[in-house]
């Protein structure tokens, strides 16, 4: 049996401590982050259930004694369980994992496999253009009369193996282990982007859905005269701040890539400390793709006062380390709308009906995705067989 001592008001000082949110299907488990033990493994924070502020932290295999998990989170636990490190990135490849296995007949395995590679280029893609950027350092200026993106494979390969050798012997280290230094930093860096990859990569994105969530709420808060003018308000200014400092985290996470010696030396010596600069974009984005979602998706004057509802219990705290740098942090007691009665049959922490609030959100958007791969998928081939 599972007993839970009063859950304390909890104000995280780092990233590493605050977790990253893992979607778990349960409605009771909404909110839950997973965060890394210090003596080893990992270890999940459940908001409070009686809607009151504090989490209590529990061992991964602890859900049961709280509540009645789904399968789909018995899964997602034990596999978040075994993560060598524990990172927004790292969850959400967890969960799509997860999340493909579950669609089954729904989507053919051929589709899913390719939804999986499609989801890991941008690694690959990071990893050749930190390559290139180490193969320009390590080449004497002017030693070569082809540029690197007009020389032919082979030449490309050879050059690439050079300098790999090259930097190895300065590092006195085996070249296998720069190989692996650059395919583990481009893990790191592939949701910011580096170079030509940069305007598509994934916080890019992320920064023009905030800047439009922000944009949007003031414009509501200065507009509207209701009582949720000021959750508007308090939402677009957090935005803000928060826009701010991941502006700053991401052209600080991309300038690690102008000089790659430098890069991969500390990467050898001090891994976390690169880390912590690669990451801090998506410790800062993460919590707030579900709000653009749940923003974007609301058209009406009715629809967006419910989401204003729904996003006032979701905005992210700041963690006090980093609080100075995007103004004070703040609590979502200071939103009016944080507390509010909860209809017959409705959840009170993600406000859907309960028999329904499991089917919602985790996989709705990949299963639609997936979808739309499938039937291009599937016109791709009625192509092939009628030529």
């Not at 003596?39 to 061992?59: I, K």
């Not at 992320?206 to 508007?232: C, F, K, P, V, Y």
């Amino acid at each position: 049996m599972l007993f839970l001592h009063s859950p304390l008001p909890f104000h995280p000082a780092t990233f590493l401590e605050h977790g990253a949110k893992v979607p778990f299907t349960t409605p009771m488990l909404a909110g839950t982050r997973a965060r890394p033990m210090a003596g080893g493994g990992t270890e999940l924070m459940v908001p409070n259930p009686s809607g009151r502020r504090g989490a209590y932290v529990l061992p991964w295999n602890a859900l049961r004694g709280l509540c009645r998990p789904s399968l789909h989170d018995d899964e997602l636990s034990a596999r978040v369980f075994r993560l060598d490190m524990v990172t927004p990135e790292t969850i959400r490849l967890v969960a799509r994992e997860v999340a493909i296995e579950e669609l089954g007949e729904r989507i053919s395995r051929v589709v899913a496999a390719s939804e999986m590679a499609r989801g890991r280029t941008d690694p690959k893609l990071t990893n050749f253009l930190l390559l290139l950027a180490l193969v320009r350092q390590m080449e004497p200026p002017g030693g070569q009369a082809v540029p690197l993106e007009q020389d032919q494979p082979a030449e490309l390969i050879r050059r690439a193996l050079a300098a790999i050798t090259r930097l190895a012997s300065q590092l006195d280290c085996a070249p296998g282990k720069i190989v692996s230094g650059l395919e583990q930093l481009a893990g790191l860096l592939a949701s910011t982007g580096i170079g030509p990859q940069a305007a598509q990569a994934r916080h890019t994105r992320g920064m023009e859905n905030l800047h439009r969530l922000r944009e949007d709420t003031w414009i509501w808060s200065q507009d509207s005269e209701d009582e949720h003018a000021a959750t508007a308000g308090l939402v677009a200014s957090i935005a803000d701040r928060t826009l701010a400092a991941a502006g700053t985290a991401i052209a600080a996470a991309r300038g690690l890539s102008r000089d790659m010696i430098t890069l991969l030396r500390s990467w050898r010596a001090t891994p976390a400390s690169i880390s912590e600069r690669a990451t801090r974009p998506d410790w800062l984005l993460d919590d707030w793709e579900p709000i653009c979602r749940i923003w974007g998706a609301a058209e009406t004057d009715v629809a967006r006062r419910d989401a204003l509802r729904r996003i006032a219990r979701m905005v992210p705290v700041i963690p006090r380390a980093f609080a100075t740098s995007v103004g004070r942090a703040f609590s979502v007691d200071e939103i009016p709308a944080y507390r509010q009665g909860v209809r017959r049959n409705q959840d009170w922490r993600t406000g859907l009906t309960v028999l329904t609030a499991v089917a919602r959100d985790p996989n709705a958007g990949l299963i639609a995705e997936l979808e739309a791969v499938d039937a291009l998928a599937r016109e791709v081939l009625r192509h092939l067989a009628e030529g």
